[in-house]
């Protein structure tokens, strides 16, 4: 199958949002199956005709997705595990979009889910690669601070951004998730308490960093006339691109894999940049948005602090950006995380919205990014949605 074919005839529907939680005594296993639920409720079909699934979380071990299956009591023809992180969301929408197309499923679930125990993260990082277990975590900076800092530093030292830049999208973000139900930090941030925030990471202070938590987020995926058929509102896709390991001989990342393959993502979409209506971006630090700004060619490369500061991110500016807050208001559910900016951006599009709705939206950007090892993210992805005016 040509990489350019297009995903003409396939829908995107049905956003769900498990809301999110600071701490959880229930398993990645009950938030995926409470986000499969709400799924087929919201499509008015059975369990049984989901035919496939696509399965992102980090706490679901030992179990993957095919033992998640018989937990939730179910035999999917097609079946797909995205331990990506960030970039979850786009390679499970990508790849569903596929199965439908070739005919292997009918009907995919794509969801993310993980829960949030009070030791749960800390778990997590010791053991979230080899390169964490042999090289990073025995010294103590086994985590995305640490390596986020790194890179946050390497970039302010290469390109003169300051951290009135990095809080000027912050601060942006918090107004857009002040407006929507699910965010978790619910008050306005303005730039001296972003400023003098402790620090936990220098040059990172605490409104630089994610906060963990549990929840979930998923979509449906299948043809437009079947989406049609069940009266579902649902966008089209008019582009995606993957890739992984981008660059490699960077000696330290400043870039993504999003650069590689840019003219092949809006050529398929036949649009640009300045097309957009919104952009969701993956954000659990903000050097990365600073990063995808650049590499999806809002801006060249290192003129993301000037193009922040000429911009206005909120709902209502000229370039809305992660409108639901984004994991910096809302909060990183582990991989859900990565579904985060496809669930919102579908909302945005189909007239779903759960908060600030940006006005006539038609088409849309969604961006992921994952899989940190210590200097670099090895995943990054990205997709056009658009509105289906049938």
């Not at 989901?50 to 937990?71: E, H, I, N, R, W």
Request: charged share 20%.
């Amino acid at each position: 199958m040509s990489r350019r074919q297009g995903y003409d005839g396939i829908a995107v529907c049905v956003p769900v949002t498990v809301p999110y939680s600071r701490y959880s005594e229930r398993s990645a296993h009950w938030f995926c199956g409470r986000a499969l639920a709400e799924l087929v409720a919201g499509a008015g079909i059975a369990k049984s005709d989901v035919d496939g699934l696509s399965v992102s979380s980090f706490t679901l071990a030992p179990d993957t997705a095919v033992g998640l299956m018989q937990y939730l009591g179910m035999s999917p023809r097609w079946l797909d595990h995205v331990p990506m992180g960030g970039a979850s969301g786009v390679v499970a929408l990508r790849r569903a979009a596929r199965a439908v197309q070739a005919g292997d499923a009918e009907i995919v679930a794509c969801l993310a889910g993980d829960t949030n125990h009070v030791d749960t993260f800390r778990h997590t990082i010791a053991s979230f690669s080899q390169f964490a277990r042999d090289a990073v975590y025995p010294y103590g900076s086994g985590g995305p601070n640490s390596s986020f800092a790194f890179l946050t530093d390497h970039y302010m030292r290469a390109y003169g951004a300051t951290a009135e830049d990095f809080g000027r999208l912050c601060i942006a973000q918090r107004e857009n998730g002040l407006r929507h139900p699910h965010t978790m930090m619910k008050r306005p941030l303005t730039m001296e308490q972003y400023l003098t925030a402790r620090p936990i990471a220098d040059p990172l202070r605490l409104f630089d960093c994610v906060m963990p938590c549990a929840g979930a987020d998923a979509v449906l995926v299948m043809t437009a006339d079947r989406a049609r058929a069940l009266g579902l509102p649902h966008a089209k896709i008019l582009a995606t691109i993957e890739r992984h390991n981008a660059f490699p001989d960077d000696p330290i990342q400043y870039r993504g894999g999003w650069a590689m393959d840019l003219d092949e993502f809006y050529g398929m979409a036949g649009l640009g940049p300045g097309d957009m209506d919104f952009v969701q971006a993956y954000d659990d630090y903000p050097v990365i948005n600073f990063m995808q700004l650049e590499d999806l060619g809002f801006c060249a490369k290192g003129e993301a602090p000037s193009f922040v500061r000429d911009h206005d991110f909120t709902i209502d500016g000229d370039l809305p950006f992660n409108t639901s807050g984004g994991q910096l208001s809302l909060g990183q559910a582990g991989a859900a995380g990565g579904y985060l900016g496809l669930v919102e951006g579908l909302r945005q599009v189909t007239g779903q919205c759960l908060g600030g709705a940006v006005p006539d939206a038609r088409v849309g950007l969604v961006s992921g990014f994952g899989m940190i090892n210590y200097d670099r993210g090895l995943c990054s992805g990205a997709a056009i949605l658009a509105r289906s005016d049938s």
